[in-house]
């Protein structure tokens, strides 16, 4: 069954580096998603993306967050300085359409020292 | 402000019972509903949907019952396994196609 994978699934880094998380959504999948979650808090909506533009950001996705399709596989967030605050798992998801399924990768804890 | 919202926090559960896990939604705007199953170190794993023209639906274990007039969203888990131990979240959706996610239920399985 296809799955939306993303590397890594690790990542620690000190505040103010520059960090890319990757996601290889499903294949036939048209639109993409990164949400992120705080640890214990619920799943918040940073982006999402389709026809290779941003349709819609969240308060949270400043000028600090860029997303990018490099190619016909890869999707990906870049945090261009980050800060302690941006110590989440980040979540990347695909689904076909619109108000279709939206499936999970499996996360990328993100540590920010 | 217009939010998804779960009853409550956490849910303690015979094995071989029946779960109930509510879910409260607060914007009449939204016509998508999803529950999502959260173990552990991994991402949120699809369960079961529902649109707003349909007040039931039924999968395999599991039935989402969805309440309009109330702004109520419900997931039945039938014999409830150890397996089913999660965090279980609801999520809406407008026509903007993100989803809003619920803080959560945490449903703990006993032996």
């Known amino acids: 069954e296809p799955e939306v994978t993303q590397t890594p699934s690790h990542q620690v880094t000190q505040m103010g580096q520059e960090v890319i998380l990757r996601c290889v959504p499903i294949?036939?999948?048209?639109?993409f998603y990164w949400y992120r979650q705080i640890l214990g808090q619920k799943v918040e909506f940073l982006v999402s993306f389709y026809n290779n533009e941003i349709s819609e950001k969240s308060e949270i996705f400043d000028d600090q967050f860029s997303v990018e399709r490099p190619d016909g596989s890869n999707f990906t967030l870049k945090i261009r300085s980050t800060k302690l605050e941006d110590s989440a798992m980040y979540f990347c998801?695909?689904?076909?359409?619109?108000?279709?399924?939206?499936?999970f990768g499996p996360g990328t804890r993100l540590l920010v020292l | 402000g217009e939010s998804v919202g779960l009853h409550l926090p956490t849910l303690s559960v015979q094995e071989g019972d029946n779960s109930i896990i509510n879910c409260a939604y607060s914007?009449?705007?939204?016509?998508?509903f999803i529950w999502y199953k959260q173990e552990s170190g991994k991402g949120p794993q699809f369960i079961i949907d529902i649109r707003s023209n349909m007040d039931k639906r039924q999968g395999q274990r599991v039935t989402v019952l969805l309440n309009k007039t109330v702004k109520h969203l419900s997931l039945q888990i039938a014999a409830t396994q150890p397996g089913d131990s999660a965090v279980y979240f609801c999520?809406?959706?407008?026509?903007?196609?993100?989803?809003?996610f619920g803080a959560g239920t945490t449903v703990t399985v006993r032996a």
């Open positions: 998801a695909s689904r076909t359409g619109g108000q279709e399924t939206q499936y």
């Open positions: 914007n009449s705007a939204s016509d998508y």
């Open positions: 294949s036939n999948h048209l639109y």
């Open positions: 999520a809406e959706e407008r026509g903007d196609y993100k989803l809003s």
